[in-house]
């Protein structure tokens, strides 16, 4: 299970195309959509629809989908822990009904932290 330890949490702030963050974070919680080669055919279309009515209903002109590395890259932060749709699903039910393997899922979630020197 994700935790934050850290009093210095970071603010997301999404306006248009920008992301604004606090400076002084230390740790991040980033949930996001996985990159189509790591998800099941049969559950990538159940994705594209749920996201694809997000993008309509929100006028975003495209869902961008992401793996550990982009991340990363993007917020220049190490991925110190993740969690799967499969693993929440079995520490909230003790058992995978719905996802059961790492591709059955679509959107992962990862704590972030600064890079060691």
């Not at 702030?13 to 919680?29: I, P, T």
């Not at 590395?69 to 991925?79: A, F, G, M, P």
């Amino acid at each position: 299970m994700l935790k934050l330890s850290s009093t210095s949490a970071l603010v997301l702030l999404w306006a248009k195309d920008k992301c604004y963050k606090s400076k002084n974070a230390k740790r991040m919680v980033f949930e996001f959509l996985k990159q189509i080669e790591d998800i099941d055919s049969e559950r990538a279309i159940i994705a594209d629809k749920v996201f694809g009515l997000i993008s309509n209903q929100c006028n975003c002109p495209e869902i961008v989908h992401y793996n550990y590395s982009k991340i990363e890259r993007l917020y220049n932060l190490q991925v110190l822990e993740k969690e799967s749709m499969r693993n929440l699903e079995l520490k909230r039910t003790k058992k995978n009904k719905y996802f059961q393997n790492e591709k059955s899922g679509w959107i992962d979630i990862c704590l972030l932290g600064r890079k060691l020197r």
